[in-house]
């Protein structure tokens, strides 16, 4: 009941921040929520619609709905946006982990770092250890992603009982890659067509 309960949390979630995405949207936004939480109880064969949805997406991390929950506060203009710093923080972070787990997911190595999280506690102690880093930093986003994934598999929230289920998914790998190969095209562009300064005249 709980994954249930989850998968209509992501429908609503994901579904919010794709259509507040659209400009024409903005004067419904806050509209947007209660129709999407009904829109994903529509009966399609025995089951709601946002089971069909799940099938696509599997169980979001709770750190990704922490991520889409923020994303769509940003929308409603009820917390501020990232700054850069802090979101090139949150792309490093969680970048990093995708970075230590799928690839041995993929096959591509022998390292397993996946079976660490059936018994998580060292994991745990390093996940409070960034937390408290970007608590330094002031970046209140990534201590929220961090806290409520460990928090929700100390609760067991999810039917899973690995620890990185809670953390990260390919969701959540896939946004940090794409958002950070973007912020890099970016900058290289600014870089290579940044106008050169004007040398100032020299006064005789």
């Known amino acids: 009941m709980v994954s249930l309960w989850q998968a209509h949390l992501s429908f609503v979630l994901l579904g919010f921040v794709l259509l507040s995405a659209l400009r024409f949207t903005a004067p419904w936004r806050p509209w947007l929520l209660p129709l999407l939480a009904a829109v994903s109880f529509i009966p ?21 709905l922490v991520l889409l929950a923020w994303v769509g506060l940003c929308r409603l203009g009820v917390v501020q946006p990232l700054n850069g710093r ?24 022998y390292f397993d770092p996946y079976r660490w999280g059936f018994n998580p506690r060292p994991m745990i102690v390093l996940m409070g250890v960034a937390a408290l880093v970007m608590l330094a930093l002031r970046n209140t986003l990534a201590v929220w992603m961090l806290a409520a994934g460990t928090l929700a598999f100390a609760l ?13 998914d390919p969701l959540l790998a896939g946004y940090c890659l794409v958002a950070g190969v973007w912020m890099l095209a970016i900058a290289a562009w600014l ?14």
């Open 191 to 204: 870089r290579v067509h940044q106008s050169p300064r004007r040398a100032l005249p020299v006064k005789q």
């Open 44 to 64: 399609i064969n025995e089951l709601p619609l946002a089971a069909y949805v799940r099938s696509f997406t599997d169980d979001l991390a709770i750190s990704t």
């Open 86 to 109: 802090h979101r090139l923080q949150v792309l490093l972070l969680f970048g990093a982990l995708s970075l230590m787990l799928y690839p041995a997911t993929l096959g591509l190595t």
């Open 156 to 168: 067991r929230l999810k039917a899973s009982e690995n620890y990185w289920d809670y953390v990260v």
